[in-house]
């Protein structure tokens, strides 16, 4: 398997599971069925699907959140079929979690939201900045980051950016009110770190190597990189604040 399949797409991974899945329950039903007449109740063939698709999710290299998504699709269609559910709504469903959830399936970063006891944390980290300080959220969420410190500090420049479509909506309503926060359909891997003080963001262990790398190449010396939770790779941070959370979240910073 490629590098850049594992890392960018692994969403056709998590589907590659589910139809290995499909085709080896379906394959052992076929053979009860002809070598002793058994037949195995529909739910329970779901289910056997279910572990198949886990346990074929972890060994293609999944991480361990999808693997609960990789057991429980199958059988929810199950349910959601025995309701005698309008198939729109079947169509309206996956399109939801498709705007909801679009970088999980292109960057392996789920949608993940600061708690407040975060941001309280991170706000209270800047109080030393210039007033007119500039912050960029990589991945801003539904926003909660930016209206925090735009109440904080009305004299700092924030920007957010963020790909989930419909996240990013209302994140932009949530800091439209705000005249020093502006929320940008944008990619951070599009978005120039340069003019940022300090960068933010609350993503995955997969892209922060690569977040590194950019934030060494664009981002001033004596800005700051703060990482909710997931660590650079062989890079210890410069200054670690625990959050004390049921998360057992922290804040771990680097200075460029």
């Given amino acids: 398997m490629s ?14 599971a589910q139809v ?61 079929q025995a309701r005698e559910l309008p198939s729109a709504w079947f169509l309206g469903a996956f399109l939801l979690l498709l705007l909801i959830n679009w970088n999980s399936f292109r960057e392996q ?29 990589l991945g801003c969420g539904l926003g909660g980051t930016l209206v925090q ?17 419909l996240v990013f909506l209302c994140a932009w309503l949530r800091c439209l009110p705000r005249r020093n926060c502006q929320v940008r359909y944008r990619s951070l891997w599009h978005e120039d770190l340069a003019p940022y003080d300090v960068a933010y963001c609350f993503l995955s262990p997969a892209p922060m190597g690569r977040l590194w790398q950019k934030v ?17 790779p062989d890079v210890p941070a410069d200054e670690v604040i625990e959050l004390d959370d049921w998360r057992d979240s922290r804040l771990l910073i680097w200075r460029r």
Avoid: H, K
Wanted: net charge positive.
């Fill in 109 to 137: 970063v789920p949608l993940y939201l600061s708690g407040a006891r975060t941001r309280r944390r991170l706000s209270e980290r800047l109080v030393d900045w210039p007033a007119d300080f500039r912050f960029i959220d």
């Fill in 149 to 165: 410190l735009a109440r904080d500090y009305p004299q700092a420049r924030l920007v957010g950016v963020e790909t989930a479509p």
């Fill in 216 to 232: 060494q190449t664009q981002m001033r010396p004596g800005s700051l990189l703060i990482s909710n939770t997931f660590a650079i």
């Fill in 3 to 16: 590098d850049f399949l594992r890392v960018r797409y692994p969403a056709v991974r998590a589907l590659l």
């Fill in 20 to 80: 290995l899945a499909l085709v080896a329950v379906a394959l052992l039903l076929i053979a009860l069925l002809q070598l002793g007449n058994w037949r195995v109740p529909l739910w329970q063939a779901a289910l056997l699907q279910g572990v198949c698709a886990a346990g074929l999710g972890q060994w293609l290299g999944l991480r361990r959140w999808w693997l609960p998504l990789n057991f429980a699709f199958v059988p929810a269609l199950l349910a959601l």
